[in-house]
């Protein structure tokens, strides 16, 4: 159980690009990292306005010479400080995340970065490459795989609960974006601008949340083709997709199904993953997220909770509270951002063996995202067909 002790010999001296005031993610972001002591926020580039940027990190008590009118600026200057931040979080939009990160990697900065990492695999392959030349880690926020009932739902595949695996449905279907919503928000507008978002909306917003997740659950399965549907129901998104459904088969006779939208009028987050095996299934669902339903055949459907003795040691790792206490997404995030910096520091210490069996979504993750969606992407332009996932 964590319980307030950090692991780490010191503070990671951090910074942050975007999620300056106002920003839900910044705030996220910031609650997490900051949670167990883990990092320390000293510099930060919070605003494209670099008066207002200013304003809003020295209200969170940075040095004003630490509030840096852009990315660029910090990580110049930062890098020439024996104080300097060892890592930086981008909570930026899409069509920053490359630049941004490239350049963080080739300041010797560790990176936490907003997903999707890149908008082309090659991009995302330039980084990976970059990473581990320099030694470096890079985190990808996806948030959600920190809750502790996904670390169940693995487990029980692993030893075999529920016999070989033979569906993967996942599902993230809200309703927020059921109408034009764009037209009066801001924060919205960006994400159905391709200059902005790049080639998909809900594809790479919503649904590489349950693929990474899929990943966790089920590490053995590789995807050997798919098929993309997509449309856009507010027309004024296309050519990004606002609604999209993805068949998958894997290499190992599996198959899978995602559905992702942002127009499911009504639906809050309906993330939903369910994975079958030949003698029972798992499901998860982000608005219950203390709770796994396991099924085996023959046997009465039951509600595991997190906490309880029955589950898996890996399973209570990560419990911040005793059982029937409710844990939710800050949660998640924090537990996400310990082991970011127990990569950090074993990295930094020439010894990254010993954080091999640490799960985190890191820059594999990242890059097998953006090649997710990538084929998602290419198979629904092509009019919906089948595609070899290389």
């Known amino acids: 159980m964590i319980n307030g002790n950090r692991l780490t010999k010191s503070a990671i001296r951090w910074g942050m690009v975007g999620g300056g005031k106002g920003s839900q993610i910044g705030y996220v972001h910031r609650s997490a990292a900051m949670r167990d002591g883990y990092f320390d926020l000293i510099a930060g580039a ?4 670099a ?6 990190g ?3 008590g940075l040095q004003a010479d630490r509030c840096y009118p852009d990315h660029q600026a910090m990580f110049t200057a930062e890098a020439a400080r024996p104080d300097g931040i060892r890592c930086v979080t981008i909570a930026t939009p899409n069509n920053t995340h490359y630049p941004i990160t490239k350049a963080a990697l080739q300041a010797g900065i560790h990176v936490i970065c907003e997903k999707p990492l890149t908008f082309t695999t090659a991009e995302a392959l ?3 490459a970059i990473a581990k030349a320099r030694g470096l880690v890079v985190g990808v926020t996806y948030g959600y795989s920190g809750h502790q009932m996904i670390e169940e739902a693995a487990r029980l595949v692993a030893d075999g609960t529920l016999g070989k695996i033979r569906i993967v449905n996942l599902q993230f279907a809200h309703g927020f974006h059921s109408a ?3 037209l009066e928000n ?11 978002a790049g080639p998909s909306y809900v594809l790479g917003d919503l649904a590489t949340h349950p693929l990474y997740i899929s990943e966790v659950i089920c590490p053995h399965l590789k995807i050997r083709r798919l098929l993309c549907s997509r449309q856009s129901f507010v027309a004024s998104r296309a050519p990004l997709e606002d609604n999209a459904t993805v068949l998958m088969e894997y290499d ?12 499911n009028a009504g639906a809050m987050h309906s993330q939903k993953v369910r994975v079958v095996g030949s003698k029972g299934s798992v499901e998860w669902w982000d608005e219950h997220p203390n709770q796994l339903r396991l099924e085996i055949q ?17 399973s209570l790792a990560d419990d911040r509270i005793g059982a029937g206490h409710p844990e939710g997404l800050f949660d998640a995030w924090a537990n996400l951002h310990y082991r970011f910096a127990l990569a950090i520091e074993a990295h930094e210490e020439g010894d990254p063996s010993r954080v091999a069996d640490l799960r985190y979504p890191g820059i594999a993750a990242g890059v097998e995202g953006v090649r997710w969606v990538e084929h998602c992407v290419r198979s629904a332009d092509a009019g919906g067909i089948w595609v070899d996932y290389a």
């Open 46 to 49: 919070f605003d494209l306005d």
């Open 51 to 56: 008066d207002r940027g200013r304003a809003f």
């Open 58 to 60: 020295m209200e969170l």
């Open 126 to 128: 330039d980084l990976q």
């Open 180 to 182: 034009a919503v764009e």
């Open 186 to 196: 801001p924060a919205a507008r960006w994400r159905v601008d391709p200059a902005f």
């Open 252 to 263: 190992s006779g599996a198959v899978g199904t995602c559905w992702t939208s942002a127009v």
């Open 298 to 314: 023959g046997e009465p459907a039951r509600l595991l909770d997190r906490g309880m003795p029955y589950l898996h040691p890996q």
